[in-house]
């Protein structure tokens, strides 16, 4: 019995054993097939070579915008396809090149997908030529071609939209901005003023705002103006360094200047309000707000400066929210090198902080224009997505230009300088920011086409799309209600009416003494020397009562205590929308 024990005991001892070493050797086959698949994979991507590993960096998993294939050695591999991630468009990008080389057809490719991933969208349509992202393309054999070169399911396609225009020059619902609502940055910008300049006209903003003195329109600040430099206003700046006649003459001049361009149409009421860009169509797809500009594009600076003004009243008003999966609106800036040409130093500070921080509120901010030293440094370091179009080096500006930009590309498979001035229409140099925030291996890529018109609509098409918009019956009629110019004009009319009215009586007092005195003088010389004693006593007291008892100076009361709450401004100097 016990040796029957025994040998039980020793058995399921051998079987244990024998268990242990199976399943180490399971274990040990796992780790080899493993290893075996890691070496594969590894085979395979050096296999596939630099293309390989540069489309892995384009294989994101959630929601991204389709750019086109990868070029590689001369060849389109349309199974490398080069994306960018939807939850990174917030990130801000440049889009960049030569004229002609395709920038505005790869605008209205990414807006048509953002579009259709239900973010609304902004872009201003400086030629005239991206108004047919609202209708349907025209198939061709072109597009066919692009089509099959780059694995596109190519079907014409139309976004909603709405068509907007600078104070209603041009076809276009209007926008309309105060003067108190633009700030003194953005105008001393438009007005083209120095720094000292600057500084000045926002003495003049300070004052209108503390005293609740709405500058609607430009003859609002050119009465303000006018009136500061008074003999009756020029002591209500005395306190913080005043405004002298020579600095008020300069701005005076260029309202002047300003106002024949034309720019008198932008400002005034009813105000445009921003947060209509952020609107989405019944089906759920984003509205694309075009700004239509043919109108005004030999005024590059104003509608440039006009353009920052809508980035920076949404800063003001949008709620901060983090990062989401998709952002709240894409800001496309077209013809960027104009609004930082000739900037003042508070302008461009003002531009970094709001493109720094307008992140975090859900907007994403695309800058459009020939070459990244077109950007300032610090605004370039803010843009975390790039598509670089063909760039020319047939000076040696441009060569420079090209060499600059090949430096702020991170390392890359490509001679990028050679590549660069090699691209075709329709083909960029691209590297963004994949879904972890790390920037993607830089890819050539050829691009697909845009599924919406690439052109132009009728312009019947258009005026009927304008006229037909809810929003062109809220902001067609412009509104001139009472402001700075109305009261002060009245109050300088009521002061000169005042000033006549004493003048006149003064006048008639006068008449009759002297009647009097001529009388006088007849009854006896005597009462004559009376007169005459009372007449020097009565002058002064008559000017003391016309001039000095404060009807010269009422104007400057009257103003000084205007009804109206301070005006707080934003951090680019822009009033705060009160809703």
Same mark, same amino acid.
């Given at each position: 019995m016990s040796e029957s024990t025994d040998a039980a005991a020793a058995a399921a001892d051998e079987a244990d054993e024998a268990s242990k070493t199976d399943k180490v050797n399971q274990a040990d086959a796992a780790d080899s097939a493993d290893a075996a698949d890691t070496a594969d994979a590894a085979d395979t991507a050096h296999a596939a070579g630099p293309a390989g590993q540069i489309a892995a960096g384009y294989a994101f998993t959630g929601p991204a915008l389709d750019l086109g294939a990868l070029l590689w050695d001369g060849a389109c591999l349309p199974d490398r396809q080069i994306r960018i991630p939807l939850s990174m468009l917030n990130r801000h990008g440049l889009v960049a090149g030569a004229t002609g080389t395709g920038k505005t057809? =790869?605008?209205?490719?990414?807006?048509?997908?953002?579009?259709?991933?239900?973010?609304?969208?902004?872009?201003?349509?400086?030629? @005239?030529?991206?108004?047919?992202? %609202?209708?349907?393309?025209v198939p061709g054999e072109r597009i066919d071609q692009r089509a099959r070169e780059v694995a596109q399911s190519w079907e014409p396609t139309k976004c909603p939209g709405? $068509?907007?225009?600078?104070?209603?020059?041009?076809?276009?619902?209007?926008?309309?901005?105060?003067? %108190?609502?633009? @700030?003194?940055?953005?105008?001393?910008?438009?007005?083209?003023?120095?720094?000292?300049?600057?500084? #000045?006209?926002?003495?003049? $903003?300070?004052?209108?705002?503390?005293?609740?003195?709405?500058?609607?329109?430009?003859?609002?600040?050119?009465?303000?103006v006018a009136f500061l430099v008074s003999d009756q206003g020029k002591s209500e700046l005395k306190g913080i360094g005043g405004l002298s006649t020579v600095t008020a003459g300069v701005i005076l001049r260029a309202l002047t200047a300003f106002e024949a361009q034309g720019a008198a149409e932008f400002f005034g009421e009813p105000e445009f309000d921003t947060s209509e860009l952020l609107r989405t169509a019944a089906d759920g797809r984003g509205v694309v707000s075009v700004l239509e500009l043919p109108a005004v594009q030999d005024k590059p600076q104003l509608f440039s400066t006009f353009l920052m003004w809508l980035l920076a009243d949404l800063y003001n008003d949008l709620p901060e929210v983090g990062d989401l999966d998709r952002p709240k609106l894409v800001f496309f800036f077209d013809e960027a090198h104009l609004l930082f040409s000739g900037a003042s130093k508070a302008f461009l500070q003002s531009v970094t902080r709001t493109v720094r921080l307008i992140r975090s509120k859900g907007v994403g901010v695309f800058f459009v224009t020939q070459t990244p030293k077109d950007v300032p440094a610090d605004v370039l370091a803010q843009l975390g997505n790039r598509v670089?179009?063909?760039?020319?080096? $047939?000076?040696?500006?441009?060569?420079?230009?090209?060499?600059? %930009?090949?430096?702020?590309f991170p390392h890359s498979a490509y001679d990028l300088e050679e590549l660069l001035t090699a691209l075709g229409t329709g083909e960029a140099v691209v590297t963004v920011l994949s879904e972890n925030g790390a920037p993607t291996p830089v890819a050539a890529t050829r691009l697909r086409a845009p599924q919406s018109l690439m052109g132009p609509v009728p312009a019947a098409d258009l005026d009927r799309a304008v006229k037909s918009s809810l929003l062109w019956s809220r902001y067609a009629e412009p509104v001139d209600r009472e402001s700075a110019y109305e009261r002060i004009s009245a109050e300088q009319a009521a002061a000169e009416a005042r000033a006549e009215a004493a003048a006149a009586e003064a006048e008639a007092e006068k008449q009759a003494r002297a009647a009097e005195k001529e009388t006088a003088r007849g009854a006896g010389r005597g009462a004559a020397r009376g007169a005459g004693r009372g007449a020097p006593k009565e002058d002064p007291s008559l000017v003391e009562q016309v001039v000095g008892s404060g009807l010269f100076r009422s104007l400057a009361r009257s103003v000084g205590t205007q009804l109206g709450?301070?005006?707080?401004? #934003?951090? $680019?100097? =822009?009033?705060?929308?009160r809703r």
């Open positions: 057809k =790869t605008l209205q490719l990414i807006a048509e997908q953002l579009s259709a991933n239900g973010v609304p969208v902004f872009l201003a349509d400086i030629k @005239g030529d991206v108004s047919g992202i %609202t209708a349907p393309g709405e $068509f907007y225009s600078l104070g209603g020059i041009g076809p276009g619902i209007p926008v309309r901005s105060t003067v %108190t609502a633009f @700030g003194p940055v953005l105008m001393s910008k438009v007005l083209q003023l120095n720094q000292t300049q600057e500084q #000045s006209l926002g003495l003049i $903003f300070h004052y209108a705002d503390t005293k609740g003195l709405e500058l609607i329109d430009l003859k609002d600040l050119r009465a303000v670089q179009h063909a760039l020319r080096a $047939f000076t040696p500006d441009d060569a420079k230009a090209l060499k600059a %930009t090949v430096k702020t709450r301070e005006i707080s401004r #934003s951090v $680019f100097g =822009t009033a705060r929308r």
